[in-house]
DNA sequence: GTGGTCTAGACCACC
DNA sequence: GTGGTCTAGACCACT
């Protein structure tokens, strides 16, 4: 399937598999009913253990997102908007700390919204 | 200089210790010429093994923030200036990959400064 | 990989294992991608404790040499051209100090060049 | 007296209180029978704490270069000569680690004395 | 007193 | 299995 991991990232591997297949289902490629790739499929097209697919589905089941059908495997169970919202509310509190720091460090809330406008705007 | 440590935090000790110094540098709490606390001193006062302060003094010096001196202590060499430009970077460099991926979720730019507004003014 | 390490030398063990790394990547024994021996393969191998081995590759880590990936092991990330000319590089600079010592203390430059030479020539 | 001590230099400050020592006596400008500055003296003049100028002139003693006389303070016992003899002899010893390891990294005889005439051209 | 290195061994997260 | 952090405590060199 279509993730792209970067095995040079500091986040588990495990955790962006989660992400991936989270993206997907926002973005409408995957939606409710849909069938995910074999976690033996999975592992084999992202070059990775196939015991690292298998956590990031069981951790996707455990949040509801996607659901073990005995002999079909996952299926999405969650609608995009779902979905979103999570993400969102995930990605708001990753945000939290490095931003209480800069914070501390005495940027004002000006500067810093200029910095992320200018992320937003000038990176792919 | 008791800088204070979150046993339960996920980030490691030597790491916050290393964050803790750079803020009183930056704050001016520290100026260049300055002694700092002894490993053994600054060990005892958080409550931690004198080898994790030891790391994190040792990586600030590798950094070119302090200097040890035997037989002395270790003593700042970069000023405040220089520390706050390096933490920005840093810190912005953090804020790169959840925003992207906001980005990517489909949040629009004023929804996301407006959570940003948010962190800031309500959290501590 | 089997470094020699002389526990009796005085520069330090981690040093030692630093050096015996690079000088593996300069040689082309390991190359770009190759993995190291892990932490506990490599500590018994040359009798030390693991904590030492594992010093070494975070700062042959730091200085953008190897990598780390979780479970995994590290990997080498530098080709031994970067390796040497930083090498290179470090030694020229440990040589300036004696050298300009020699200097001040009256040596002239011929006799200090042929000094060199025999070294060269007839140490191991 | 006249000694110029490096506090940022990784050598040992009592070592480098010693080298001075000798290059006075090499330079002509402490001859034999002259007296060395007190303890006290030497270590208000260079910023040092007197137990380290105390184990620099110890030593000094022990290698034969000068001699304690009785509530009069050190004098030199050795000639100049005799001093840079051995000034030669040790900084040879120190070059040979850097030249060996260098020679390891596969660097060349004429590269190395090309970057040796080059430090001394070109440095202070 | 100061920092620097090393050992032994525990506990955790990731693959 | 892998690396990462932390503790406890020893020993050494320098001031």
């Given amino acids: ?14 955790d962006q598999i989660k992400r991936g297949v989270r993206e997907e289902i926002i973005k409408g490629k995957l939606k409710e009913g849909d069938t995910l ?21 069981r951790e996707l089941e455990m949040e509801g ?7 079909l495997g996952y299926i ?3 609608d995009g908007e779902k ?3 999570s993400v969102f ?10 931003i209480l720091r800069l914070k501390k460090s005495g940027i004002s809330l000006d500067k810093l919204l200029e910095v992320i406008e200018n992320i937003w705007k000038h990176q792919s």
Avoid: F, H
């Fill in 37 to 57: 790739p074999s976690i033996r499929e999975m592992a084999s097209q992202i070059r990775v253990n196939p015991n690292t697919v298998a956590r990031a589905y």
């Fill in 83 to 85: 979905v979103r919202d």
């Fill in 89 to 98: 509310d995930n990605l708001s509190e990753e945000l939290k700390e490095p």
């Fill in 65 to 71: 997102t996607i659901m073990a059908r005995q002999g």
């Fill in 76 to 78: 999405v169970v969650s």
């Fill in 1 to 14: 399937m279509w993730l792209d991991i970067d095995m040079r990232s500091p986040s588990p591997i495990y």
